[in-house]
């Protein structure tokens, strides 16, 4: 069974301040997702990467994918109350169903 | 965003009776999945669907059982409920396999008293 590996677990910021949230495995993927759960609901998309470099950019929300596949970073800039949640990282190897890392729970404090 | 709900959205039960959740899509999606979320374990797969009929185990199927006899509709049935199944349960859907986007509904709260 492949792992992700979630870092860190716990992350309680000011609102304004930069962070940097990673998922990280010794296993290659086809391709990496991220998504926010927020509390009392499910988890939501918020980006796909597939290719290793992929550099892709949501508003104040930018997501990285290793050159090698193994990894992935989501860095969020001057972050807001409303970034607070739990940020899931979920790989696909191609043969098996999606696996999800532990996640990172973010606290952003106003 | 897809139509995916659960149903009970709470449940307290007592340990050895039967209990089933159920999920229901509207989006005609080929692929269905069960989840369990604990602290410390994050999301962990119990059973999947490919369609109607097809289903296949997760990481965490022992205890548990699936039905799906029809594309909207995903059961999740705990045979004769246990401590360790005190859980939250989420159900999703997919248009296809891995790199396709999954809708979570809002999750089941269970709690095997």
């Known amino acids: 069974t492949q792992l992700l590996e979630q870092s860190p677990q716990f992350l309680s910021i000011q609102e304004g301040e930069n962070l940097t949230v990673y998922c990280n495995s010794s296993?290659?993927?086809?391709?990496l997702q991220w998504y926010r759960q927020e509390p009392g609901e499910g988890p939501v998309l918020l980006v796909t990467?597939?290719?290793?470099?992929e550099v892709k950019k949501l508003k104040r929300l930018t997501f990285q994918f290793g050159d090698a596949r193994k990894d992935s970073s989501l860095h969020i800039t001057a972050a807001q109350p409303g970034d607070t949640g739990l940020y899931l990282c979920?790989?696909?190897?191609?043969?098996?169903?999606?696996?999800f890392g532990k996640g990172t729970r973010l606290s952003v404090i106003a | 965003d897809a139509g995916i709900t659960q149903s009970p959205r709470h449940k307290v039960t007592e340990t050895g009776t039967p209990v089933t959740l159920r999920c229901h899509q509207t989006e005609n999606h080929r692929y269905m999945y069960w989840y369990r979320q604990d602290p410390g374990h994050g999301l962990r797969l119990i059973h999947y669907?490919?369609?109607?009929?097809?289903?296949d185990k997760g990481e965490v199927s022992d205890g548990y059982s699936v039905s799906r006899s029809k594309t909207e509709d995903f059961l999740l049935t705990l045979e004769s409920a246990t401590s360790s199944q005190t859980s939250v349960y989420f159900c999703a859907s997919a248009p296809g396999a891995s790199i396709e986007t999954q809708y979570f509904g809002p999750g089941t709260r269970l709690l095997v008293l």
């Open positions: 296993s290659v993927f086809s391709s």
């Open positions: 669907s490919y369609g109607v009929k097809d289903t």
């Open positions: 990467v597939v290719t290793g470099g």
């Open positions: 979920a790989a696909d190897s191609g043969n098996t169903p999606l696996v």
